[in-house]
């Protein structure tokens, strides 16, 4: 058994409820750009690598299904390593966040790091709802300043005909906060909420 430091590995056991409400937690994940493994969350893009393992032994068939997730681009003609492990295999060989490229992401460019990022926010202040704690007015703000830099993107698949519903609940969910009322926040997050998983179904 490997003892290093650097390696995190969870292993479950599930009924057939629990995997497949695991798995859509896991696909929300993937499509958020960050994967949560022993409690340690990790942003990764580039490539998804999947390896299926089917295998029949004395009448018993067990199958095997490994993700493979890296924290740096990952070109298409690259194979999987002969290293990899038959549970959910993370590369954490990423370079070190200098405070000069924290700040630049809080303003990402591109429509891939800003969903990232917009999807990290989402979630966290969800939790803080969840949790009943307090959702700052600063937090809020910044997230509905990235709803708002989200819609001057164009392209096909971007849902750009639900644009306007977005960006009503994003000015909505900014409201509330300036409100300073929980009730009207959480209200105002489930609305844009529900949005999003609407596109994220239609637009994939």
Known sequence: MSNDPNKKKAKHAFSREEAVEYLRRLA??????SIQVSNEEME??????????LKTKKGKTSVKVQFKVSTQEVPHEEEPGADAQPELAID???PEQTEDNAEADEQPSSYKKLKKLMGKRFKEIGKALEEGGQVSQADLAAFCDNCLQMVTFTGSKLGEDLYPQFEAAAQALRAAGESGDPAA???AYDLLDGQKKACHKEYK
Do not use: H, N, S, Y
Not at 28 to 33: A, K, P, R, S, Y
Not at 44 to 53: D, Q, R, W
């Open 44 to 53: 990764f893009e580039g490539l998804i690598k999947v390896k299926e393992e």
């Open 185 to 187: 926040i959480k209200e």
């Open 92 to 94: 954490q060989a990423a």
């Open 28 to 33: 929300d994940q993937l499509e958020d750009g």
